[in-house]
């Protein structure tokens, strides 16, 4: 699994190792997830956690442009999470060489971005336009509500040229903020120990690895790495990568 390190400029992110504040940090940051083996970066600028201030493009893009440079100098590959197309087209134009489309490619205007750059695009399921707007998925096959989902949105990425470029994410980094964790720590088993019907479209994994300190959350990120998808969103690379060497080995 190739994994993406992640960065976050927003400063309401729950994980406070993840916040980069300026370019110094970013270098700091970046540099030790290039130790610890990461194939690339993820940088966000707008926070979608329950303490997240929504944003505009502009102030939304102003927390980004100093960090960008920083991630290009790096040589390696990096996306830009965001659902407004216009940050994503300014961080493309800036040197990011994917797009993480946070709203699912649904917000109007994302899928022409996709199309004009040709990038990798990272597509989430979303239960709900954006992450801050999102519903519970109550279904009791959740993993049809994801299939159903991805088939709709493939067909339309197919009217762009770009279905080729899509990297499927089941979408469970998000979530509605009042889901208690023992409903959600339930859902993303279900999901997880599925990924391979997600396999249907052809198409790379992406997934946002769980990064808690807790029983639980070490049960679920094992779950995913026994799963092999293509891609990770790691908050720790070191620990992912770690505990992907001690499954491999006891196999």
């Keep these: 699994m190739k994994l993406f390190g992640v960065l976050n400029a927003s400063l309401d992110s729950l994980n406070d190792d993840s916040i980069v504040r300026n ?56 996306s830009v999470d965001t659902w407004r197309p216009t940050v994503a087209r300014r961080a493309l134009e800036a040197g990011a060489t994917w797009m993480n489309a946070a709203d699912g490619l649904q917000e109007p205007g994302m899928f022409e971005v996709a199309a004009e750059f040709g990038c990798p695009v990272v597509l989430p399921f979303l239960s709900g336009p954006n992450p801050l707007q999102m519903s519970k998925v109550t279904a009791t096959d959740p993993v049809e509500v994801l299939v159903e989902f991805f088939t709709e949105m493939l067909a339309r990425a197919e009217g762009f040229g770009v279905r080729q470029n899509m990297v499927l994410d089941p979408g469970t980094g998000f979530a509605p903020h009042d889901w208690p964790w023992a409903q959600r720590y339930e859902y993303q088993k279900l999901v997880y120990t599925q990924l391979d019907r997600l396999r249907v479209f052809g198409l790379p994994l992406y997934i946002a690895l769980p990064w808690k300190e807790t ?36 196999l």
């Design 23 to 78: 370019a110094g940090d970013a270098h700091r940051r970046a540099t030790q997830m290039m130790v610890e083996g990461v194939y690339g970066f993820d940088l966000g600028g707008q926070g979608s956690t329950f303490q997240a201030r929504e944003k505009d493009a502009d102030d939304e893009w102003a927390t980004l442009a100093p960090i960008i440079p920083v991630l290009v100098d790096s040589g390696l590959p990096f």
């Design 215 to 250: 029983v639980q959350h070490d049960e679920l990120l094992e779950i995913v790495i026994r799963a092999e998808p293509e891609y990770g969103r790691a908050h720790y690379p070191a620990k992912v990568n770690a505990m992907a060497t001690a499954i491999a080995r006891a």
